[in-house]
């Protein structure tokens, strides 16, 4: 478990990075509120990290289902992330730190156990 931990967080700096900079454009540019901009830099970055961790982390075959349940389950997260940074008025770091933290372990073990479950 130690070594897909290790392997989804380093695939993870990369999708962080991805995220962070299309939310920061976004909610600078736009001024669109934290729940959309998290929800649109999340869906971006997604992608990269789900076949990403399918292919090197799991060795699991990325499938429409597959993708769409984490998808849909970190989608969720992402938005409830940026809904409650809206209603407390939290700065945009503090919304990209709390979700990357809690997508980071909350994605992993979604990811292990539910979406590629059956691995060694």
Same mark, same amino acid.
């Given at each position: 478990?130690v070594i897909h931990f290790a392997?989804? #967080? ?7 990075? %991805?995220?962070?900079? @299309? =939310?920061?454009? %976004?909610?600078? @540019? ?11 830099? #999340?869906?971006?970055? @997604?992608? &990269?990290? =789900? &076949? $990403?961790?399918?292919? #090197?982390? #799991?060795?699991?075959?990325?499938? $429409? ?11 969720? *997260?992402?938005?409830?992330?940026? &809904?409650?940074?809206?209603? @407390? ?9 709390? =979700? $990357?933290?809690? $997508? *980071?372990?909350?994605? &992993? ?6 979406? =590629?479950k059956g691995i060694e």
């Amino acid at each position: 478990m130690v070594i897909h931990f290790a392997k989804y #967080f380093s695939i993870g700096i990369i999708n962080t990075l %991805i995220h962070w900079i @299309i =939310f920061a454009n %976004i909610i600078y @540019i736009t001024n669109t509120p934290q729940s959309y901009a998290n929800l649109i830099a #999340f869906i971006a970055a @997604i992608t &990269f990290s =789900f &076949f $990403s961790n399918a292919k #090197f982390t #799991f060795k699991k075959k990325a499938t $429409s289902g597959r993708y769409l349940a984490f998808l849909v389950f970190m989608g969720i *997260l992402s938005y409830l992330t940026g &809904f409650v940074a809206d209603k @407390i008025n939290a700065a945009p770091i503090i919304t990209l730190v709390a =979700f $990357s933290a809690i $997508s *980071l372990i909350l994605g &992993f073990l979604y990811s292990k156990f539910i979406v =590629f479950k059956g691995i060694e």
